[in-house]
């Protein structure tokens, strides 16, 4: 899924599941929100075609959900919430599943993304709830205080997580320019 989806197929999918209410609220979130999302998650999780599939799924769960989504105060970190919250639940579930093959064992190698390569590797590195800040904080270009209601951790751990991901990316990859 190298591109987003369009209103069309927002459309079809909204009759499929139901869902007619806010349809092109809904559509205009998505063209505006879905790149941005999308980033935020390869971010976070390291492999672009993983975080198309959870960034795909959780506007799927936001489409469902919409007229909640759309009240709560940070739409777009709702998505990137929900699709690390997937990620999650999937770990969970392929960790309890035999692979039948060796095909199943080997995870196909990622396509070439736009971000740059020695940027991922670092966050790579990143313990998961400083991955997960800078996505929010730098990717989505939210402040502390939506970053920590999308979190559910006070804007203080926000901050001092933050630090510590600049300083450790700073080491990592010697950008001076990434602090927001």
């Known amino acids: 899924m190298a591109s987003g989806h369009s209103p069309k197929e927002i459309t079809l999918l909204e009759r499929y599941l139901g869902v007619a209410q806010d349809s092109a609220v809904f559509a205009g979130f998505y063209q505006v929100n879905r790149d941005r999302c999308l980033r935020a998650v390869q971010a976070s999780v390291g492999d672009r075609e993983l ?77 998961p709830r400083q991955r997960e800040v800078i996505a929010l904080r730098v990717f989505l270009d939210l402040d502390t205080k939506a970053t920590a209601a999308a979190l559910g951790i006070a804007p203080g751990t926000v901050g001092a997580n933050l630090s510590q991901a600049i300083a450790t990316l700073r080491r990592h990859i010697g950008t001076p320019t990434l602090e927001k």
Not at 67 to 96: G, Q
């Open 51 to 127: 975080a198309e599939d959870l960034v795909a799924e959780a506007f799927i769960r936001a489409l469902m959900a919409w007229p909640k989504v759309s009240r709560h105060p940070a739409p777009e970190a709702w998505v990137v919430r929900t699709a690390l919250n997937t990620r999650i639940t999937w770990w969970r579930r392929r960790r309890r599943e035999v692979p039948l093959s060796d095909a199943d064992k080997a995870a196909a190698p990622s396509q070439e993304s736009a971000m740059d390569v020695t940027l991922l590797a670092a966050l790579r590195r990143l313990p």
